[in-house]
Structures are given as C-alpha cells and as structure tokens.
C-alpha cells in the first residue's frame, strides 16, 4: 500500500510539473506577443477581399488618406507667399556708421562720392536685402513671390527682385563714376554698410501656413447605415479602401479604452493556452515517455516560445518582415533529437500562435508550414549533416513556390515587380543553416544525442572502436555482430536503431584493459585456468566484471555521450559471472557465498534499447559456444536464455512488452540460424587403383 502511494505522489508531481511548464510557457508567449488593440482590417488595394461581407452598422464620414491629405497640403505650400518684414531701423543704422567712416576718412576720396552712395544703398535698401543663405534657399524653392511688409501695408514682391547681400555690394558699383573708383573705395569695405533688412515673419507665416493647411477638406463622402461596403472575393480599389480605413478609424474610437484592452489581453491567453493545452495532450497521449526526461519537455516548449518572442522583436521594426524568421529550424531541430510526427505537431503549434501578429495569417500559415513540411521530408532519414543543407534548400524553395502561388491565386502578375518578399525567405533559408550549430548546442545543455551524432559514434574509424579492434579484435567483431543483430530487432518492434547500434559497438570496450582473460580474445590459452588451479574464482569473476567498470572509464575521458555509456553500465544489469561462481560454489560446498562478488553493478536495462542489447549480447555469444548448430538448438537456446531473463526480472524497469520480446526471439532465430548454418559436406573424390 505504501508502495502505491509513492507511486501516485510521484505521478501526480509529474503532472503537475507538466501544467507548470506548459502554464509558464503559455504567460511567456502572451506577454511576449506585441499587444495591437487595433480594429484594422488586412486587406491590399488591387487583391482580393479575404473577410467577410462588410456592411456598416452606422452612418458615418469617408475620410481622405493621410497620404492624399498631405499631398493636397504640399500642393497649397508650393504657392505660398511667405511674409518678410522689411526693417527700416537697418537702414538708418547703415548710413549712421556711413557717415563715422566718412568722419575718419583723410584722403578725402570717400567724401567727395558721398552723396552718390548715400543715395545708392537707399535705393538698395527700398528694393530690399535678404541674406544670401535664406535668399538661395528660397530662389531654389519654387517660390517666386513673397509678400513684404511696410508700415502695415503687404507688397506682393517677386524673388527675382529682391537682392541678397552680395550681389546688393555688387550693385553699389553699377554706377560708371563709382566703377572708375572702385579700387580705391574698396579700402573703406563699403561690404560692412550692406545689410539684409528683410526678416521673415515667423508669427504671421505660421498663423497663414495653418490656415492654409486647415483649408484642405478631410472628408469626401459618407456611408449610409447598412450600406454594403465589400464583398468577399471581389477587389478592392482606391475608393473602397478609403471607405475602409473611414470604418477603422470610427471602429477604433468606439472601442478605445479599457474594455477592449483587457478583452485583447485575455483573447490572446485563451488563444495560445487552447494551443499549448492541445500540444500538451498530444505528447500525454502519442508521447507519453518523453515526459520521463523533464528536459526533454523544456526543450520543446522553449522551442515554441523562442518563436512569438522573436516576432514580438520584429513588430516593432518597419523595415524587417515576419517572413525573414527560420520557421524551418522548429521541425528540423525537433526531428533530429525527437521524431517526425512530433515535429509536426510543434511547427504546427509555433506557426498558428506566431500567426496571430501576422498581417496576412492565411498567406503565413500556409507559407511556413510548407516550408516546414518540405524540411520533415528532407530530413525523414537522416545520416549526415550535409542533409541540413539539403532540407534547408527544399525548405526555402517550397516557402518561396507556396509564395508564389498565392500571388497568382490572387490575381497577381507572373513576373512579379515587387520580389521583397523572395529575399526575405532567402534570408530566412541563410538563417535556417543555424540549425547545425544550434544541434550542437543542445546537445550538450539539454544532454540531447542525435542521429547525426550515432552515425558518426558508430564509424569504425573512431579512435576508441580503432583501438579495441586492435587490442581485442575478437570483442570487436563481437560488438559488431552484436549491434547488426540488435539494430534488426530495434527495426522489427520500433525502437531507435541507431542508438542500439551504436551502444552494442561500445558495450564492451573495457575489455581491452584484459583482453587475453575473454574467450573470443583466446588463442588456445585460457588465464583463467591458471586462476582456477589456484582456486581464485573470485580473481576470474573480478576481472570479467571489471570489464564493465573499465569500460564506464573509458566512455567518459572520452566524452562518449550519457545515453551510449549507459549502455555499458546496463548489457549484464545486475546480472552474475555464473560459470565462475558455479565453480566456486562446487569447491565450497558448505560455504554460504557472497553473491557480490560474483555480481555485477548494474543497473538492469531502463529502456528497449538496452534490453535488446543484453538479449542479442548474450544470445549471440552463447549460441557461437554451442557444439552444433542446427535450427532446432539455436531456436531452443534463444529461448531459453531470454526467458531466463525475463524470469530473473533484467526487464520490469523497462518499458519492453511481451510482444517485443517475442519478436526479439523470433528475429535473433532467424538472424543466428543464418549466420550459424549447418554446412554441407562436400563428397571426396574416389581415387583409381
């Protein structure tokens, strides 16, 4: 009773460590999820009407777009006449200092032109000065008037004759008896009398200027009451559009404020809870021993969350599209370290909730989850990682096809003009090629193992596998007989038949440290009888066991990842070295044994995989021990030691079914049967006396 309600506590806290994470992942979502409390509808001039029949609900304005507002509104600025103000204190100022120049003047030549001047920067200054900068600025402006103001009278002026200062010097000269001169007047810089008495009349402008721009009429029309605006299918043009946006824009002041604010927040929590809650009840139901490894649920969640954060990121940038975002990593990712059908479910799960920022959701939904179909096809049996490139490149070419027949389903061109959208899913295809280093990753924070890493784990031609061919070549062709025949049974029931492979190759590499004490290593001489003689069973067992213990070394100075050292530790469980302890046993018949020593340290196998392992490991070396070989012996032994197995309980910490276990017989019969076949004798040729 007591062990039952461990066992329930222990369920229900893995539960609710489950709704934990999925309920934390769901408020990291809505947050991060940009928050739009807009009524805008998602619609393009010249396409289709995706929505509904849109009928108005009441009577209101057809406004004019911000943009032919500011279009009328640069028209009426083009011809207006800005306002200067012409200072007459400049003048008088001008020719005061004149006149304290003519006082230092000596040599007599600037007084005897004195009047002829006077009377020519008068003329300059009635005609009006300006500063060359603002003067330059305005001739360059399609501005030809400008009104100047006098004693409170308005002088509509041309530019052309206004005068800026540099050209105002210039035509101090213009007369002939000062040209004559100039050379010597030009010691007295007569520059310094020429000033702009012209100033621009920042009050009066801005009050005309905003008049001006009031003037242009925000309203073109009105809708009636129950008036239909759009039909679904059918195009939309500039007019209806302005009617549109019109409805936006009084949609959005009836229900601006707090109501529709909390009705978005809480809209969004049921959306993405409903998702989360529907991933989470397919990995309860298809997957349910995913939810062993408590990382392995992190990883998944956390997947589907990087997602809308990273959407929420690009929101708030104009000049970026959802579109550039690796949809295509969340399958490819989940494949390699999960399975197919799990990776569809997660792409699905990302792309529905991200779509929710969309502009187009229809157009965005059908565009990643193709791309994101063409990579689970891509990578359906992955063994190298140049694949990645290749789902990548499938990837990126069906998003951008899907793209394309969209458009066209839209009435769009067959060469389109705009092909922005092309380089964003190019970039996103560049982006997708993160996945090889982002594996790596993973791999060592979430304690993850790929396919791609078993395959390259399993090539003989790594440095450990090298070794032990060298040092124990009969435990090496062993090894890799064992993992060709625990890979066909892992087939046959549907367990990872890389990861069996992979483990049965390394299951015995702490035999290299006695290679000569393990009987495919022998050439004749057996140690062990030597140990025998002397009585030392316990020695011999030490040394078989130790193989195992050697071997756990080995894996981890070589960094071999957990799930294949486990492997190591599981192929005899807690298992024991009974030819020795048998022997002990009838040398010391009324001594009571310590069965630790002839033991194992275990554990037994925690997974399928490991169970065929310590099946196909001990079936294959003890029918290559048998003294003949024929169907009915092989079938006999294969059964006997497995369901000697089964009866010591090696398996109850596993998930292995009776089921598997009788097509692990029947495979490893079959298998052994062909590989141990009973051969002919060949007939000797009767020789002629």
């Known amino acids: ?102 006082e230092r003047d000596t040599t007599g030549v600037l007084k005897s032109y004195r009047t002829l001047i006077e009377r020519r920067l008068h003329f300059l200054y009635e005609q009006g000065i300006m500063n060359d900068q603002e003067y330059n600025q ?37 007369d002939e008896e000062l040209t004559e001169h100039r050379t010597q007047l030009a010691k007295f810089n007569l520059f310094n009398f020429v000033r702009p008495n012209l100033k621009y009349d920042v009050e009066r402008n801005s009050i005309e200027r905003d008049e001006l721009l009031g003037s242009v009429a925000s309203v073109v029309g009105e809708v009636e009451k129950d008036e239909k605006i759009i039909d679904r299918g059918e195009i939309v043009d500039a007019e209806t559009a302005q009617k549109i946006h019109s409805l936006e824009k009084v949609l959005e002041a009836k229900n601006f ?44 969640y956390m997947l589907i969350a990087a997602f809308p954060i990273a959407v929420s990121l690009l929101t708030n ?111 996103s295809g560049v982006l997708t090629l993160l996945a090889y280093p982002l594996m790596y990753v993973i791999e060592k924070t979430f304690g993850f193992t790929s396919n791609i890493t078993f395959f390259e784990l399993s090539d003989t031609n790594q440095e450990l596998l090298r070794e032990l061919s060298e040092k124990a070549p009969g435990t090496f062709a062993h090894s890799t007989t064992v993992g060709n025949l625990a890979a066909e049974v892992a087939r046959r029931i549907g367990a990872n038949m890389l990861l069996v492979r992979t483990g049965a190759l390394y299951h015995d590499i702490g035999k290299m440290k006695n290679a000569v004490f393990f009987t495919e290593n022998q050439a004749g001489i057996n140690p062990h009888n030597k140990l025998s003689e002397r009585g030392e069973e316990k020695e011999s067992a030490r040394i078989i066991i130790s193989h195992v213990i050697e071997g756990v070394k080995l894996a981890e100075a070589h960094r071999l990842p957990d799930v294949i050292t486990d ?4 192929h005899h469980g807690k298992g024991m070295a009974s030819f020795f302890y048998i022997q002990y046993k009838n040398k010391h018949p009324e001594e009571e044994v310590d069965l630790t020593a002839f033991s194992y340290p275990g554990p037994n196998p925690q997974t399928r995989e490991q169970a ?24 006999k032994r294969v059964g006997e030691l497995i369901d000697a197995q089964v009866k010591a309980g090696y398996f109850e910490e596993c998930p292995i079914t009776f089921r598997d276990i009788s097509v692990a017989k029947q495979v490893l019969t079959e298998r052994l049967k062909s590989i141990y076949h009973t051969r002919i004798t060949y007939p000797k040729l009767n020789e002629e006396e």
């Not at 009441?58 to 306002?83: G, M, N, R, T, W």
Request: hydrophobic letters at 50%.
């Open 1 to 102: 009773m007591g062990m039952f309600n461990k066992l329930s506590d222990i369920k229900w806290l893995s539960l609710l460590t489950n709704l934990v994470i999925a309920a934390a992942t769901t408020i990291v979502i809505v947050w991060a999820l940009p928050v739009n409390t807009d009524t805008n509808f998602k619609f393009e001039v010249g396409k289709p009407w995706a929505h509904g029949t849109l009928i108005a609900n009441y009577k209101f304005d057809i406004h004019k777009s911000d943009e032919a507002i500011k279009e009328e509104q640069d028209l009426l600025l083009k011809e207006f006449c800005p306002y200067y103000i012409m200072e007459e204190d400049v003048e008088e100022k001008a020719l005061a200092d004149f006149g304290k120049a003519l």
């Open 138 to 174: 305005m001739a360059n402006d399609t501005t030809s008037i400008i009104r100047i103001v006098k004693d409170k009278m308005e002088t509509p002026t041309e530019i052309s004759s206004i005068l800026p200062v540099r050209r105002a010097y210039d035509r101090i000269f213009s």
């Open 257 to 300: 404020g707090k109501h529709n604010g909390m009705s978005h927040f809480w809209g969004r929590i049921f959306f993405v809870a409903v998702f989360i809650l529907l991933f989470t009840c397919y990995l309860q139901i298809y997957r349910k021993s995913y939810f062993a490894k408590p990382l392995n649920i992190v990883m998944l």
């Open 317 to 427: 940038h104009p000049y970026t599209s959802l579109y550039i975002l690796p949809f295509a990593l969340v399958p490819m990712i989940t494949q390699v370290f999960f399975d197919s059908r799990t990776a569809f479910i997660t792409l699905t799960t990302t792309v529905f909730i991200s779509a929710v920022s969309a502009n187009y959701q229809y157009e965005f939904i059908i565009v990643e989850m193709a791309g994101g179909m063409a990579a689970i096809y891509a990578l359906s049996d992955m063994s190298k990682r140049a694949q990645l490139f290749n789902a990548t490149l499938m990837a990126t070419l069906c998003s951008a096809f899907i793209y394309y027949a969209t458009q066209l389903i839209s009435g769009g061109d067959y060469f389109p003009r705009d092909r922005s959208m092309f380089a964003y899913l190019v970039v």
């Open 567 to 570: 492997f190591i530790r599981t």
């Open 612 to 635: 065929i392992l310590m099946m196909t490991d001990t079936v294959e070396a003890a029918v290559k021990s048998l003294s003949t070989y024929s169907d009915e012996t092989i079938s």
